[in-house]
């Protein structure tokens, strides 16, 4: 069968298309014909060979890869013969070699996730599933940790991402108020159809006249149409682009002069300390510099789960020494000081269950198999929207 062999740690070119032998399914499991193989930034770190994170690195040559969706073609003793055929996705556990980047994968039958219908009456996709599978059981168990309402005003960094789509939909249907921080047009083009009935208007107490991008009614760095911009919607969403050096200042004339009460942060470094000091109020008198440097955020609440830019968010305890002392409620969604997560299943029916039900529509970022290292490189270059899957 065709799989996708991690010989030696280095750039993505360390990832190879081989032909291996068809695995076999022994007691308690099941052989799955795969066709959508989540790929996930922990995987890059893992592939360059970085100790230290979550996983230990794998004994090489190996097979990554942890979430999948495809069809049971055969079971093992001790399983029931009816799931063969059956549309299932399955996370294969927190292991760096857990031979997801294959055409064939053997799975514990308890791990299995038969995949629903959608909101259409048709099975959901394979892609998607995969998604849920892993990304959004992580964001319905961060969520459960930030407790979004409806009274919140909710800042999410990376917000283009796998989590920060799911994020930034969830809080909407919260009833909060939310500024999105993403990357360039393209990405923000992405937040925006995904939201269409969400579409942003200007803050019931918003200034009139001029922004500081100096369009009337368009705030700086945001595409047209998308942040300030009078169009009929809901006027609860708010797209900055954090690649215009001017966002922060966009970031708070979207606030208007209601301070954020929420940041969901998995970036870290510069922006998400930036992020993070939009707590304070927004008129800029209060709630830290641009960059980072003045601890004057004064409240509301943190979600921390993770540090894709390389960086600790400075209002952490991961940033040691660096860290900015705040009123700040910091709540970790991973580390040490995150609530214990002993059963990953009910996470993984929950987000299965809302992309089921259409709450949530699944933003993915598809590259065929056999260029799994492209896939990595374009993951690692932050030129991804949405869940990287492999097809």
């Known amino acids: 069968m065709d799989a996708i062999r991690h010989h030696s740690f280095g750039p993505p070119e360390?990832?190879?298309?081989?032909?291996i032998p068809d695995p076999v399914p022994g007691p308690g499991e099941v052989l799955v014909d795969v066709v959508a193989h989540g790929v996930h930034l922990l995987d890059t770190s893992?592939?360059?060979?970085?100790?230290?994170?979550?996983?230990?690195?794998?004994t090489l040559p190996t097979v990554p890869g942890r979430e999948i969706a495809g069809t049971v073609s055969d079971v093992g003793p001790g399983v029931d013969a009816s799931w063969r055929g059956r549309r299932v996705a399955a996370h294969l556990g927190a292991v760096p070699d857990g031979g997801g980047y294959a055409r064939r994968a053997?799975?514990?039958?308890?791990?299995?996730h038969p995949i629903p219908d959608g909101?259409?009456?048709?099975?959901?996709?394979?892609?998607?599933?995969?998604?849920?599978?892993?990304?959004?059981?992580m964001a319905v168990y961060t969520l459960d940790i930030a407790a979004v309402t409806a009274a919140d005003i909710v800042v999410v960094t990376g917000a283009a991402g796998a989590l920060g789509t799911l994020f930034v939909q969830e809080a909407l249907q919260s009833g909060a108020r939310v500024v999105a921080l993403a990357g360039g047009a393209a990405k923000l083009k992405l937040l925006r159809e995904l939201v269409a009935d969400a579409l942003p208007g200007p803050p019931p107490d918003?200034?009139?006249?001029?922004?500081?991008?100096g369009v009337p009614g368009q705030v700086a760095g945001a595409v047209p149409g998308t942040a300030l911009?009078?169009?009929?919607?809901?006027?609860?969403?708010?797209l900055v682009d954090y690649s215009d050096p001017g966002w922060v200042d966009a970031a708070r004339a979207a606030l208007g002069s209601s301070p954020a009460t929420l940041v969901l942060d998995g970036v870290g470094g510069d922006l998400g300390t930036a992020a993070t000091a939009l707590l304070g109020t927004s008129d800029g008198t209060t709630d830290g510099a641009s960059d980072g440097?003045?601890?004057?955020?004064?409240?509301?609440?943190?979600?921390?789960?993770?540090?894709?830019?390389?960086?600790?968010?400075?209002y952490t305890a991961w940033a040691g020494a660096d860290r900015i002392e705040s009123p700040v409620e910091v709540r970790y969604a991973v580390g040490p000081d995150a609530p214990p997560m002993s059963d990953q299943r009910?996470?993984?029916?929950?987000?299965?269950?809302?992309?089921?039900?259409?709450?949530?529509?699944v933003a993915t970022h598809r590259v065929p198999f056999a260029e799994a290292a492209r896939a990595h490189r374009e993951l690692e270059e932050r030129r991804t929207t949405g869940k990287v899957v492999l097809v």
């Open 119 to 137: 909101p259409d009456g048709a099975p959901l996709d394979p892609a998607d599933a995969t998604a849920m599978i892993g990304t959004g059981r």
């Open 14 to 19: 360390v990832l190879t298309l081989e032909q």
């Open 106 to 112: 053997v799975v514990v039958a308890e791990k299995l």
């Open 293 to 314: 440097t003045d601890n004057g955020a004064a409240g509301g609440r943190l979600v921390a789960y993770g540090w894709a830019s390389g960086a600790a968010n400075r």
């Open 206 to 213: 918003a200034a009139p006249g001029p922004m500081p991008g």
């Open 46 to 58: 893992t592939r360059r060979g970085e100790a230290g994170g979550p996983l230990p690195l794998p």
């Open 346 to 361: 009910p996470y993984q029916e929950r987000a299965l269950a809302r992309a089921a039900s259409g709450r949530w529509r």
């Open 229 to 238: 911009d009078a169009v009929p919607g809901t006027g609860r969403l708010a």
